[in-house]
């Protein structure tokens, strides 16, 4: 009779459990020999690694393709699996009913049981032999955890000799285990913890302060360290809070955001994670999925061909297509099932240039560090295409006619799209541009090429923890805060990126900023190659110094920096010359500024202007008052004042109309001036405060 033994990895455990069975084992024998060592997970989390080094998801249909990986040596037939790891998971423990017989320490370990066969609907499988237990006894080692039968002396995987006295006595499972954290919520949050994930606000103020009182933003250091980037992304982006400012510092800025809290908290990543979700399991192997795409891709004679295709992407990387696709999985933990969905549509859906772009991300993610990595992934799943309709959004109201619900959401269809792309912009021309530009006029090319991966991480943490705002990027938190430069310190002007009218775009193709003072008569120069010296500076401040990490405060890692800038004990001039980057981030989305743009969106020739339409119909019978002269019927006409010369636009009643849709939020009926001199009281105010 052959012997099979499951050995199971777990992050850093690893468990091997006999299969004490007559014959081979099936799926439901190794689901349930998983589930003895963790009630949480099964066999169908799990996958392995085939005989021609492909990486499988352990299905049934695909069962006889995981025993022909089976290793014989001495003791029977190892199967492999591997599953994902998890922040806090039970260590193996024998059953209550294992008890003691008689050498040392030795206990007898239950093996996998086949049930009676009057529940055998249980595995809806033949009859097979009942194994009793007590036919079997077994040992652990203390060195390796490894699980060994007592007629054994030496451990099967680091053959030591273990006296009896030792058996059992296994220090391995009783270590700490690490937190190894996600860049974003793993895969149970999305249908069982959507608060972790889903930061659609309640718009009652009461709310979101008894939320504080009870779970403060900011963390102590002690704790910081062991909480999870999940959990702390949960506290910072929490359904409850809304776009509510962590400080009063940074009050102002919360203020100056018009649009509603549900779409400046949630994002398009959130949306496209929770369609991936619900899409049925893809069947094919990860390895097949990616061969398909690059036969389309490269277009190759054969299809066996993908498998040694090699390609220079331009901007991206080289090598081995697949070889590098597969690096890139195994790297990633939670994401895993999300990519192979993402990978499933988007080889249906892409031309084959789309399709090169996509390897060459994976290739070059498969090479660089871990935020890198989190970057390609957030860039390959936000490249699927969401079908209208397919995620039920919390602005759906069951309340109103149907006439209004298809209004609403053609127009949803179109804002969300644009406030997300204006959330984008923003990012990019608050922070991003300006750090650039800095590096740059200072000849600082490492740093430079940080700016968009390292230092982004920095600042979307910044404005999660400050504003509640989520972007289309999850920051990870454990980053190392680099690639960021405070360019307003010692009251520096505001850079020329921040213009309305460069708005989005990069700094070298805007003749105006390259042009502009911070470089000089000469302009700009060309990002030159880093050197060694370059090289050796910048990870010794880093890595050791940290003399140049943070952004404003001070922090090794892109948490440290968020966490402290909500601290109620800093140092508010800190908080206020902070403020300063948070107002301008708010401003793109003041109703002085997006509301006009959003409207020609809406009305543009793929807007929506009979799905407004209907919303100012509705308003009107509401609010009679409102409506307009003669003539001002249509929407359009409502809108804009077309007897002026240029139009004139009506900001109060697109902002009414806006609200009246869902997409403003109430009370924001202060101008940019009014709000200005807010901001300056305010700031006369704490700074008399902490004089």
Not at 183 to 210: M, Q
Not at 472 to 477: C, E, S, T, W
Not at 564 to 575: F, L, Y
Not at 652 to 669: E, T, Y
């Amino acid at each position: 009779m052959d012997y099979f033994i499951l050995k199971v990895r777990r992050g850093p455990e690893i468990h091997r459990v006999p299969l004490e069975i007559m014959g081979t084992p099936d799926f439901r024998i190794v689901d349930l020999a998983v589930r003895r060592i963790w009630p949480d997970v099964g066999a169908h989390l799990a996958w392995y690694h085939s005989e021609n080094g492909g990486v499988y998801v352990l299905e049934e249909p695909i069962f006889s393709d995981f025993l022909a990986t089976a290793r014989i040596t001495d003791v029977g037939r190892v199967l492999k699996l591997e599953l994902p790891s998890q922040a806090c998971s039970p260590t193996f423990r024998p059953s209550p009913s294992t008890v003691a017989i008689g050498r040392g320490d030795v206990a007898s370990l239950p093996a996998i049981e086949i049930p009676d066969s009057h529940d055998m609907s249980e595995l809806q499988e033949p009859p097979r032999i009942r194994i009793s237990s007590e036919e079997y006894r077994y040992w652990t080692c203390p060195m390796c955890d490894e699980i060994n039968r007592e007629d054994r002396d030496h451990c099967n995987n680091c053959n030591l000799l273990i006296p009896p006295e030792l058996w059992n006595q296994s220090t391995a499972n009783n270590a700490p285990l690490p937190c190894w954290v996600p860049s974003a919520p793993p895969l149970p949050e999305l249908a069982d913890n959507s608060d972790a994930i889903e930061a659609a606000s309640s718009t009652d103020p009461a709310s979101a302060s008894t939320k504080d009182a009870h779970a403060p933003l900011y963390v102590g250091i002690p704790k910081l360290y062991r909480i999870s980037s999940e959990a702390l992304l949960g506290r910072w982006l929490d359904k409850d809070r809304g776009i509510h400012a962590a400080m009063p510092e940074y009050q102002v800025a919360a203020q100056r955001i018009c649009i509603a809290p549900e779409l400046m908290s949630s994002s398009r990543l959130w949306k496209h994670l929770k369609f991936l979700k619900q899409q049925k399991a893809v069947v094919a192997a990860y390895e097949e999925i990616v061969i398909t795409i690059i036969h389309k891709a490269c277009n190759t004679r054969f299809r066996w061909a993908a498998r040694y295709k090699t390609a220079n992407i331009s901007g991206l990387g080289s090598g081995n297509l697949l070889q590098g696709a597969m690096s890139y999985y195994q790297a990633l933990q939670w994401e895993r099932p999300y990519l192979v969905q993402a990978l499933d549509l988007l080889h249906k859906t892409e031309d084959p240039d789309g399709l090169q772009v996509i390897l060459g991300l994976m290739l070059s993610g498969s090479g660089w560090c871990h935020a890198r990595k989190t970057f390609v992934f957030n860039t390959i799943v936000s490249r699927v295409k969401v079908p209208a309709g397919a995620i039920e959004e919390a602005w759906t109201r069951a309340d109103e006619s149907p006439e209004l619900q298809t209004a609403r959401q053609a127009i949803m269809e179109i804002v969300t799209d644009f406030i997300e792309d204006t959330k984008d912009h923003a990012l990019k021309s608050t922070f991003l541009e300006p750090t650039k530009m800095h590096f740059r006029a200072a000849d600082e090319p490492v740093r430079e090429n940080q700016v968009d991966v390292h230092g982004a991480n920095t600042f979307l943490a910044i404005l999660s923890a400050t504003l509640g705002v989520q972007l289309n990027r999850r920051p990870y938190l454990r980053d190392y805060s680099i690639g960021c430069v405070d360019f307003l310190a010692d009251d520096a002007a505001e850079p020329t990126a921040w213009s309305e009218s460069h708005f989005g775009r990069d700094w070298e193709g805007v003749r105006e900023l390259r042009d502009g003072g911070e470089f000089g008569e000469q302009g700009p120069k060309p990002l030159r190659k880093p050197g060694i010296f370059d090289r050796i500076e910048f990870f010794a401040d880093t890595c050791i110094l940290q003399s140049r990490t943070g952004f404003v405060f001070s922090g090794g890692t892109a948490r440290e920096v968020a966490n402290a800038s909500v601290n109620p004990a800093g140092r508010s001039e800190k908080r206020l010359h902070l403020a300063r980057y948070l107002e301008k981030f708010a401003s793109w989305f003041s109703k002085d500024f997006i509301l006009p743009r959003m409207i020609s969106r809406i009305t543009g020739d793929a807007g929506r202007v009979e799905a407004l339409q209907v919303f100012l119909d509705d308003l009107l019978i509401i609010e009679p008052e409102l409506a307009g002269e003669d003539g001002e019927e249509d929407v359009r006409f409502w809108l804009w004042d077309m007897s002026e010369i240029p139009a004139q636009f009506r900001t109060k009643r697109a902002a009414r109309l806006m609200q009246h849709v869902g997409v403003l939020r109430a009370g924001i009926d202060a101008s940019s001036a009014e709000l200005s001199e807010d901001l300056q009281s305010q700031r006369r105010h704490v700074s008399l405060g902490t004089s």
